[in-house]
């Protein structure tokens, strides 16, 4: 009994239902057995009825040669499923090659092109061009023209002639009938069988791939938030800080020493510091509730530069920042939520370092049309070399009082927008970065 078990899981392979999911290529094969095994099997199934139901004898000892050699075959493929790792290419093609020479082999004694077998060359090129790349399928395409051509060309030669009697006449023609039937047969399991079989393959293959889309989109969706969110976090650390220091500044003071301006202005300036984490924070649900239809919309350059302008302005009023462009007013570029807090915190960072000013211009270089420059350069002390190195790295920062992911966000949402951000240090002192996007096809209204 566990021989007969052994022997049938063995031959189990050869199932639709067994197919291994491990490699296309050993699906490939799985099925080009199974096929090899129904035309051995329908072809001596003929060939039984040809010798049963005629008084025609046929060549016995030749097809019985031929339809074991086939199993043999199959016996050798099923070991090489069980045993090989690994199912190359190369190795399907060459089972492929070998069914075609056998095909050859049976034709050259079975009547050559007049014999109807021959159309399972188109069987086997089909077989190829669903599980080959196109190189070995041209190969086969061009083997299988040869062949054809070959047995025609035989069959026109002077000295062959066929057997005109009556005897091979009828013989003839009933191997020829026998031919048909067994084609026939071959095509209807290629097509019932195996073709439904592939179909359903690229169905299921084509649901995954939309699953996976689907997947990959709301992961970005949620890696967006997640960056926005941080980057709002890291947009509230200088309101809150300037709040802090004002209320401890407020509490430790004296009453008899209060300045009733004083207190107006620092509560105004409290005021304001609120309004920025509201903005933030309002930004953040409105980017959370958009359509997706808005995300990237092109807008224009200089209502994006008047924002970021505005922003900065407001926070920063004491700081010298000198705003500048070079660019036609009707540009547009793409844009989001992230891409404006990108370039407002590499604006604020240079600020923090800035001894007195700092520029931002935007332009587009003439060599590059199509490519928007955002240039923002101070007059600090520049970029120290150990940080330079790791620069777009997390949790990298010159403060100690920062988490240090601006930079490292500010690259994300610029990534996302298939641009770059590149930090070098002025040789008259002072750091610069430049942000490089691309612009959209329309850039004008």
């Not at 299921?204 to 996976?212: D, I, M, N, S």
């Not at 587009?364 to 620069?391: C, F, H, Y």
Request: net charge negative.
């Amino acid at each position: 009994m566990t021989k007969i078990r052994d022997v049938l899981g063995f031959f189990s392979d050869l199932t639709l239902d067994n197919l291994d999911e491990r490699s296309s290529m050993r699906q490939g094969l799985q099925r080009l057995l199974l096929l090899r095994s129904f035309v051995a099997a329908s072809g001596l199934v003929s060939f039984l009825l040809f010798q049963t139901l005629t008084t025609l004898q046929g060549p016995v000892t030749f097809i019985l040669g031929i339809v074991l050699t086939s199993f043999a075959s199959v016996m050798f493929g099923l070991w090489r499923l069980r045993a090989a790792s690994l199912i190359s290419n190369t190795e399907v093609f060459g089972h492929l090659l070998f069914d075609g020479f056998f095909l050859v082999v049976l034709l050259l004694n079975t009547g050559g092109a007049s014999n109807p077998l021959i159309s399972y060359l188109l069987v086997l090129l089909a077989v190829t061009a669903t599980l080959l790349p196109k190189p070995y399928v041209n190969s086969f395409a061009i083997s299988s023209i040869a062949i054809y051509t070959f047995f025609i060309f035989l069959d026109f030669r002077g000295d062959h002639q066929p057997d005109m009697s009556a005897e091979g006449q009828e013989m003839s023609f009933q191997l020829h009938l026998i031919g048909m039937w067994v084609i026939f047969v071959v095509s209807a399991i290629l097509i019932s069988v195996f073709i439904t079989r592939m179909a359903s393959t690229i169905k299921v293959r084509e649901a995954t791939l939309a699953t996976a889309r689907e997947n990959e989109i709301r992961n970005e969706q949620l890696v967006a938030i997640g960056t926005l969110a941080a980057g709002t976090a890291h947009a509230l650390g200088t309101p809150l800080s300037t709040m802090a220091v004002l209320l401890t500044d407020l509490d430790r003071s004296d009453l008899s020493e209060m300045n009733i301006e004083d207190v107006k202005e620092d509560i105004s300036l409290l005021k304001q510091q609120v309004t920025r984490c509201k903005n933030s924070l309002g930004e953040l649900t409105r980017y959370y509730n958009r359509d997706s239809n808005e995300s990237n919309l092109p807008v224009l350059l200089s209502a994006f530069s008047a924002e970021i302008k505005d922003y900065i302005t407001n926070i920063h009023p004491t700081s010298d920042i000198n705003f500048g462009t070079s660019c036609a007013p009707n540009i547009k570029i793409a844009s989001d939520l992230s891409l404006k807090h990108a370039v407002i915190n590499i604006i604020e960072n240079s600020i923090k370092a800035a001894n007195k000013e700092v520029q931002v211009k935007f332009s587009i270089p003439e060599p590059i049309r199509g490519q928007l420059e955002i240039a923002i350069s101070d007059d600090g002390p520049g970029i120290p070399p150990e940080v330079l190195e790791k620069v777009g790295e997390p949790f990298i920062s010159m403060r100690k009082e920062t988490m240090g992911i601006g930079i490292f966000l500010a690259n994300a949402a610029v990534q996302k927008l298939s641009g770059t951000i590149e930090l070098f240090n002025l040789k008259q002192g002072g750091a610069k970065t430049l942000i490089k996007l691309p612009l959209p096809d329309a850039t004008t209204t």
